[in-house]
């Protein structure tokens, strides 16, 4: 198990697009894990591989309060998405930024376990948001990709003057 370092926007390689896994083996279940270790040391409620720089198809999620419900999910995709509805969102690819975005308010996720059982995940509220969140990751896209030209320039321009401030 380890913590591993998370990719800040503009990172390029937060816009790769990950590719399917293959076979649930052991590494993928290691990553899985480092994956969770990762977004609990990060106090996030979902990671995507993609954020720490490898592009596979995993992702983790846990929405509960109490920090004690892990989901780990390999080749999530929205099956079905219904009901406009808007969610204040953060990314800790996007530090310090939080928006409003316009996503589906109930989703169905199919993905493979980490034993590589089929699963179906009928989700609403904040696990709605946050799987639709970390499957976009996958696809190399950020949420500041919802919001206005200007709104995403401006972000953008803070977080590369942010990164030259903490290099200095
Ligand atoms: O910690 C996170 N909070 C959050 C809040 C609303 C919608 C999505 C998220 S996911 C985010 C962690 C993260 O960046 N996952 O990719
Ligand atoms: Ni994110």
């Known amino acids: 198990m ?5 990719l800040h926007h503009p990172d390029p390689r937060l816009r790769c697009v990950a590719a399917p896994v293959e076979t649930v083996d052991g590494d ?16 996030g409620i979902g990671l995507a591989a993609v954020q720490v720089g490898i592009a596979k198809r995993v992702i983790v999620v846990d929405v509960s309060p109490e920090r004690n419900a892990p989901l780990a999910l390999v080749n999530p995709r929205v099956a079905d998405a219904r009901d406009p509805a808007e969610f204040e ?9 939080y928006e409003t975005v316009s996503r589906s308010a109930r989703v169905r996720v199919e993905a493979l376990d980490r034993d590589g ?7 609403e509220g ?15 896209r950020l949420f500041v990709d919802y919001l206005s030209r200007l ?6 321009k803070r977080a590369i003057k942010r990164m030259r401030e903490a290099a200095a």
């Open 2 to 6: 380890a913590v591993l370092d998370i």
């Open 28 to 43: 993928v279940r290691a990553l899985a894990d480092d994956l969770l270790e990762t977004m609990y040391a990060s106090r």
């Open 89 to 97: 969102e953060g990314c800790l690819s996007v530090p310090g930024v």
């Open 117 to 123: 059982g089929e699963v179906s995940i009928e989700a």
């Open 126 to 140: 904040t696990l709605a948001a946050c799987l639709q969140h970390e499957i976009d990751h996958l696809d190399g």
């Open 151 to 156: 709104k995403r320039e401006r972000i953008r």
